[in-house]
């Protein structure tokens, strides 16, 4: 069998039929300590597993594949990947957030509330990334403007979501459509403009 | 930015006479500290209220209300041809919907219900809704009397010429009066039905009602009306006498109270407690139809007993009753054109039953407890109802030699008693879909009546808003309550009717010479409408000039004529509702679709000019036999 990491062949001795994929993860994880990344994933015959899912890692058998591929970042990549990923997330949060908005002026409370949650763990995704920009654009956000930027974002998601808990206890609903549909969508289209401009520069 | 459009908004809202009196009233105290105006985003006014804690709720987006407006129609909202909305704010919605809702031109098709009238006026005075309040479409409630909002709301709403409503909820209203608007729609959800029974009953009987007003009026103008009675039995009991099978039970109970309590009784237990030896003191009969009438055959030379009838009643029953007559009026047929020629009638409710009619009589005359007996509203001990009436005549009628009474009447109850209830003793009794509306309705009425409302009929299904009491321990505990009835009924008959004949048989005139214009009018127009058919059927209204387009004018405004005389479409539409109803809706139909050929407007005129040519010469007959008859008895007219 051809066991790599990122691609490279990897020469990893002792390999029986009773060792698993879990073990393999753990080993290459050990060896690279020191180094700032971390196994994220490994794809066995094309197929592939979290790291994370250390149950289903355990219980699969490492001679029963022809190719392991154990794949690793550095919390830069993770956060470059996301900045990657963020534009249709975020246009998907703003669609979200106009759904949300609307059930709420009609009085369809409930049905709101229920998307709401998706919106709320959106933005804290959106400001775990921005927060990690400096990791992943390290040169970039040395210049001050973009920091300002940056800054202005943060806090920005904080104040606004602070407002709709307190619209939200209030029973204020159109005012929580209103922060919904026009405050985050506004902080999701600058926060796009903001990563565009980032990986362009 | 804000200013103040209260003044042109004040002048535009004086065609609302009651809510412009009480919109001026408020004016004096109104204290805008918890209804928090300011500008939003884009400029427009948006609204915040502050409830008694300090919670600030927004009335309308602070970004861009009239946006948000425009979704929630748009959401809400499907072509429909009225449309109730429970809210006002600032008037945002309103106006969305108005841009939407078709014009039909025959009445209120918009109606607002807003809860708190300082809502209003914060919108009077902070935006220009002039031309929201010239719109002829409409109406506005203000206040939150459940029960008035709903009555008025059932008034002013044309269930012929419906096609579809649309409720639309203001939010941020409803999170403030939630209960209010649940019971309000629980009403209205209530009167609809009622309203579209009664809709049906029109369109099945109307022509009953209408001709027997007309055979009615020459004797029945004369008659005192029933609002000599209100008031004039204030705290005294009353009896209402209905006609269920469990009136056997208690019916001798009544002679202790014979000139003690004021009895009404409903027509179809007159006859039955004749035979007992009671008399009421008044018997009420209401109904258009001749077999109700045989409730009062055999017993005609009564003289004691009052009867209140109103226009529509049948004539026979005049004709045969012997006894003082007094009128009153249901509000419809000829009374909104005749009520100002004489003194006035007495308005009583009447629904379905009229044990509806007993009731509100008796509660119009302020008499307090209002007693039930015979009140079942169920099929009890195996029966319909109680002996005597016609009803029961006619099941016997339909006897042969291989059935019996108890055979017949088991076979009726088992194919009508769709609803189970258990009575007072236990026991299954069975009602059908009419008596449950009637017991709804009743349970709805004792709820709003000051007068304690008790159930004497041992029996039935009646349960809510009354007191339970045998009628042994009602007259127990009310006797003393009494007084000597036949003195107050005497004062009734004591002084003459106003009644001013002249004018009724002016009134009558007029109506004749209206109806025969009319007619003259559309032989007039047919060659017209022949010619335009032939030649510009298959063309749009746009695409013709010159002596067409005068022509079609001359067709359509005849029609339109006929359709917007008020007096001409009453009389029609109960004649001939299921043709004025259709034809209502094929217009909203012609009117909404932009593509509509000549020939399409020509076939709804045409079809109009026919029925209408039916319609007058039955309603020519019915005027000429009601003058005759006038001018023969009362009238010197110089013909």
């Given at each position: ?19 698993n ?20 994933r ?14 289903k890692?355990e219980?699969?058998?490492?001679i ?29 949060l ?39 920009a ?7 956000m ?10 202005e974002?943060?806090?920005k ?45 | ?5 209260l ?55 602070k970004?861009?209300p ?11 909202y499907?072509k ?9 704010g ?8 108005l ?6 031109g025959?009445?209120?098709q ?12 914060t ?7 002039t ?17 008035s ?15 579809g ?14 209960q209010f ?15 579209r029974?009664n ?60 000139d ?27 109904d ?25 009643t049948?004539?026979?029953?005049y ?28 308005k ?7 044990a ?7 509660r ?40 019996s009474?108890?055979n ?21 009794v069975y ?7 009637y ?37 127990d505990?009310?006797?003393?309550k009494g ?13 003459p ?41 298959d ?8 002596k ?24 029609f ?6 043709y004025?109803t259709?034809h ?55 013909m």
């Amino acid at each position: 069998m051809i066991i790599t990491l990122n691609s490279n062949p990897l020469d990893i001795s002792g390999i029986d039929d009773n060792v698993n994929v879990l073990e393999l993860v753990n080993l290459v994880e050990d060896s690279l300590k020191g180094s700032g990344a971390t196994v994220m994933r490994v794809v066995l015959d094309g197929k592939e597993y979290s790291a994370e899912d250390t149950e289903k890692l355990e219980n699969l058998k490492l001679i029963d594949y022809e190719k392991a591929d154990v794949i690793s970042e550095t919390a830069a990549d993770v956060i470059q990947d996301a900045f990657c990923d963020s534009p249709d997330i975020l246009i998907h949060l703003e669609e979200v957030a106009k759904n949300i908005s609307s059930e709420l002026r009609l009085g369809k409370i409930k049905e709101a509330m229920e998307k709401y949650l998706e919106l709320v763990n959106g933005l804290e995704w959106f400001i775990t990334i921005i927060n990690g920009a400096d990791l992943a654009f390290a040169k970039k956000m040395a210049d001050s403007s973009y920091e300002n930027e940056r800054q202005e974002l943060i806090s920005k998601v904080k104040e606004q979501i602070s407002a709709a808990e307190a619209a939200q206890e209030s029973e204020d609903w159109v005012g929580v459509a209103d922060i919904v549909e026009y405050e985050f969508c506004e902080i999701f289209n600058n926060g796009r403009n903001f990563i565009a401009k980032l990986m362009k520069a | 930015m804000l200013s103040d459009y209260l003044q042109s908004n004040l002048n535009c809202l004086s065609s609302y006479s009651g809510v412009f009196d009480f919109v001026n009233k408020l004016l004096k105290v109104y204290n805008s500290n918890n209804y928090i105006v300011s500008e939003a985003k884009n400029g427009e006014v948006t609204l915040g209220f502050k409830d008694s804690s300090g919670r600030l709720i927004s009335y309308h987006s602070k970004y861009n209300p009239s946006f948000e407006a425009n979704q929630v129609v748009d959401n809400l909202y499907e072509k429909e041809s009225h449309a109730v909305i429970l809210g006002f704010g600032l008037g945002y919605i309103t106006e969305s919907i108005l841009k939407k809702l078709p014009n039909k031109g025959f009445g209120k098709q918009l109606f607002i219900i807003e809860p708190d009238p300082f809502i209003f006026i914060t919108a009077l005075k902070n935006r220009d809704l002039t031309k929201l309040l010239k719109d002829n479409r409409v109406e506005i409630y203000l206040g939150n009397d459940v029960d008035s909002i709903g009555e008025k709301w059932n008034a002013d709403f044309d269930w012929s010429v419906v096609d579809g409503l649309s409720i639309i909820e203001h939010q941020p209203t409803k999170t403030r009066f939630n209960q209010f608007f649940s019971k309000l729609m629980e009403k209205m959800r209530y009167l609809a039905n009622r309203s579209r029974g009664n809709l049906i009953t029109l369109m099945g009987v109307g022509d009953e009602f209408h001709r027997n007003n007309f055979i009615n009026l020459p004797e029945a103008f004369g008659f005192p009306g029933v609002e000599r009675l209100f008031d004039k039995f204030i705290d005294i009991p009353a009896i209402v006498v209905a006609a269920g099978p469990s009136l056997d039970k208690n019916l001798d109970e009544l002679k202790r109270v014979k000139d003690k309590f004021l009895i009404i009784a409903v027509d179809t237990a007159y006859r039955h407690m004749l035979s007992n030896g009671i008399k009421p003191d008044i018997v009420c009969a209401a109904d258009s139809s001749y077999e109700n009438s045989l409730d009062f055959v055999g017993v005609e030379d009564e003289k004691e007993v009052i009867l209140a009838g109103e226009l529509m009643t049948h004539p026979d029953i005049y004709k045969i009753f012997r006894g003082p007559k007094l009128i009153t009026t249901f509000g419809g047929g000829l009374y909104p054109q005749i009520s100002n020629l004489r003194e006035p009638f007495g308005k009583l409710i009447c629904w379905g039953s009229v044990a509806t009619m007993a009731f509100d009589l008796a509660r119009k005359t302020g008499a307090n407890p209002i007693v039930f007996i015979g009140f079942d509203l169920s099929f009890s001990d195996g029966k319909l109802h109680t002996k005597g009436s016609y009803s029961e005549d006619i099941l016997y009628e339909g006897l042969h030699s291989f059935s019996s009474i108890e055979n017949e009447t088991a076979n009726y109850i088992s194919e009508r008693g769709r609803f189970q209830f258990l009575d007072d003793y236990g026991n299954v009794v069975y009602t059908d879909n009419n008596m449950k509306s009637y017991k709804n309705w009743f349970e709805d009425q004792f709820q709003h009546t000051q007068a304690k409302i008790i159930n004497a009929t041992e029996g039935g299904i009646v349960n809510k808003y009354v007191v339970k009491m045998t009628l042994s321990e009602t007259i127990d505990k009310y006797f003393d309550k009494g007084c000597n009835i036949s003195n107050i009924l005497k004062e009734t008959f004591a002084y003459p009717v106003k009644a001013d004949y002249k004018s009724l048989y002016r009134f009558l005139s007029s109506m004749k010479e209206l109806i025969k214009g009319f007619e003259k009018k559309i032989s007039l127009v047919r060659p017209i409408y022949s010619s335009l058919k032939e030649r510009v059927a298959d063309r749009e209204v746009k695409e013709i000039k010159g002596k067409d387009s005068e022509q079609l004018g001359l067709v359509i405004g005849l029609h339109d004529q006929i359709c917007e005389n008020s007096s001409i479409i009453q009389w029609f539409a109960a004649l001939n509702a299921k043709y004025v109803t259709k034809h209502s809706l094929e217009v909203i139909r012609l009117r909404n679709n932009a593509n509509v050929k000549i020939g399409q407007w020509l076939d709804v005129a045409n079809r109009l000019f026919f029925a209408y040519e039916n319609f007058a010469t039955y309603q020519l007959k019915l005027l000429d036999k009601a003058m005759f008859d006038l001018s023969e008895k009362y009238v010197k007219i110089n013909m």
